[in-house]
């Protein structure tokens, strides 16, 4: 009897676990599809606005503040999980499942989350679509469990994530490196094989639909040793300061006690208009490089065809610190990138003798890793995204110092403190409840 008992257990267990398999395979296939309608929609978003203010520069004066303030308030209104970037949401949920059956990572949030984003592209905000692909992704992982009648667990959520970051980019070895150093504090054997399932499955969509591509263009170039062993301490040290300048910064807009910033956190209405003033400003004073993602001005550094200007960085910087903390859906990712590549410019005025876009690509690191200190992912983002292998060590020791300089600036990682606050109304919701 104890025998028959011990097999029935090791039938349901073995059929629990298909059936997670399968959930995990079905939400990756659809990750893949929304990721690249995801893309395209935030592209055309980017083109009509763009379109727009090439012929009405300063109607964006009124534009971008009323969009910025109208999707703070239909978000706060109506979908308040919604906000942010979306990665502390899911980080959130990890640390505590029960997170996950909340409005945190559902569908019509996650397409609230889709949409708005696409919206803030519209209106000009300086935006990525990388963390609420992520939080997408944990929603639809969350919605095929439940379907498929399986447990959630955190390793199911790690994976989406993942799966989010790699389709976002077309990176997966990023995809498993981000899941790794920020969405995993122990990262188990199994949950590596969920993620890495989960991360294929939604590439090969990708690469079915999309083909194959390298997001920044090939870059070939590479530095002397004497040039890495000059620029790489100036890129990491300048680099981790800014980038973690910026993290204390949306980290007090978010959690911070002092009067302002709670007389601020009152008014996000209010807020939201002023954030959008100032990227509007930013904006028309640079004559339209600042709005969106920057992807294409970041491209042209990479391929080496932009001529330095000194200015984008600094300008790019204050859109993008702006549009985040004004509390409107979006991610950092291709922003900090950008805003990185504007800080590699401002370098090749100290080194104008080494190839611009490996000073570029070092300045990215530098900042980046600041900014949301995941050093691993960094690299492996930059690596997979302009296909150039031969820069790899300095970007691991600019990555190693920015690391290291931003933790002095800012102590609490970007991500881990934005999502105290989800993880505290978590608790607030138990406590109701109880």
């Known amino acids: 009897m104890r025998r028959i008992l011990q097999a029935l257990h090791s ?3 073995s059929l629990d676990l298909a059936r997670r398999r399968i959930a995990t395979a079905i939400g990756a296939i659809i990750l893949g599809l929304i990721a690249i309608a995801f893309a395209w929609m935030g592209d055309k978003a980017q083109e009509l606005f763009t379109r727009f203010q090439s012929d009405n520069i300063y109607l964006t004066l009124a534009l971008t503040p009323c969009g910025f303030a109208a999707i703070v308030w239909f978000t706060n209104r109506v979908s308040p999980a919604a906000r942010g970037s979306g990665i502390p949401q899911v980080m959130a949920a990890t640390k505590n499942l029960d997170l996950a059956y909340t409005r945190l990572l559902t569908i019509p949030t996650a397409v609230v989350k889709l949409l708005l984003t696409v919206g803030v592209l519209l209106v000009g905000g300086s935006v990525g679509r990388e963390g609420p692909t992520v939080q997408i992704a944990a929603a639809i992982m969350v919605a095929c469990h439940k379907v498929m009648r399986v447990p959630m667990t955190a390793g199911v959520l790690i994976a989406g994530g993942a799966a989010g970051v790699a389709a ?10 981000f899941a790794i150093e920020e969405l995993a504090s122990a990262f188990e054997q199994r949950v590596a094989v969920l993620v890495m399932g ?27 040793l004497t040039s890495v062993l000059l620029i790489t301490p100036v890129a990491g040290i300048l680099g981790g300061i800014a980038g973690g300048l910026f993290a204390r910064i949306m980290l007090s807009f978010a959690r911070s006690g002092h009067p302002v910033f709670q007389a601020i956190r009152k008014r996000p209405v209010l807020s939201a208009f002023a954030c959008g003033l100032v990227v509007a ?23 080496g065809e932009s001529t330095p200007s000194g200015w984008f960085g600094p300008a790019k910087f204050l859109a993008t610190a702006a549009t985040a903390v004004s509390g409107a859906p979006g991610g950092i990712f291709a922003p900090s990138l950008s805003v990185g ?4 410019e401002l370098l090749t005025f100290a080194f104008p003798d080494d190839a611009m876009p490996a000073v570029v690509l070092l300045g990215m690191t530098g900042y980046f890793v600041g900014v949301v200190r995941a050093p691993l992912t960094a690299v492996i983002i930059l690596m997979e995204t302009t296909a150039n292998r031969g820069m790899i060590l300095p970007l691991f020791l600019t990555a190693i110092i920015a690391d290291a300089v931003s933790k002095l600036v800012c102590q609490t990682k970007l991500y881990h403190g934005l999502s105290q606050g989800f993880l505290r109304q978590g608790e607030d919701n138990r406590e109701r409840q109880a």
């Open 11 to 13: 039938f349901d267990s």
């Open 168 to 177: 976002a980019f077309n990176t997966p070895l990023a995809g498993v490196a």
């Open 341 to 344: 590549a504007g800080f590699g």
């Open 281 to 303: 400003i930013v904006g028309v004073a640079t004559g339209g490089a600042t709005w969106g993602t920057g992807y294409e001005t970041t491209k042209l550094m990479i391929e």
């Open 198 to 224: 989960a991360v294929v499955i939604a590439g090969l969509v990708s690469l079915g639909i999309a083909g194959d591509y390298v997001y920044f263009g090939v870059m070939h170039e590479t530095l002397e």
